[in-house]
């Protein structure tokens, strides 16, 4: 069995920075592409970023390019995604998501999700 715990959340002011974070725990053998994504009330969800498991690659959404950064932990089983210069308009439910190959098989998974609140 697989988990990922994402933690970071909260709220914060306009311009302001946050640091989220998702550890993955479990019957894991090999990580492949980890990332976030966001659901705002009334709305879809929808990507943020996502990185490919040698950390070089990742791919960003149009309206958080250039304010925010994927990162991840090999060693950790941990992606991160750093938040900076927040808008109102990032205020969403924040999930990792993580394709993971464990001794049974290669599946999918999400995190329980994190609230993240921009408002002054």
């Known amino acids: 069995q697989v988990q990922l715990v994402g933690s970071g959340g909260g709220l914060v002011q306009p311009g302001g920075s946050l640091r989220l974070s998702c550890a993955a725990s479990?019957?894991?053998?090999?990580?492949?592409?980890m990332g976030w994504y966001r659901q705002a009330p009334g709305k879809q969800r929808e990507l943020v970023a996502v990185?490919?498991?040698?950390?070089?690659?990742?791919n960003y959404a149009d309206s958080v390019k250039g304010r925010f950064t994927i990162s991840r932990d090999n060693a950790k089983n941990t992606v991160y995604l750093q938040m900076n210069s927040l808008e109102p308009e990032d205020t969403a439910v924040y999930y990792c998501?993580?394709?993971?190959?464990?001794?049974?098989?290669?599946?999918?998974?999400w995190g329980q999700g994190t609230q993240v609140t921009v408002s002054s």
């Open positions: 998501n993580a394709d993971i190959r464990t001794t049974t098989g290669r599946y999918n998974y």
């Open positions: 990185i490919r498991s040698g950390g070089s690659t990742t």
């Open positions: 479990g019957n894991i053998f090999s990580i492949y592409v």
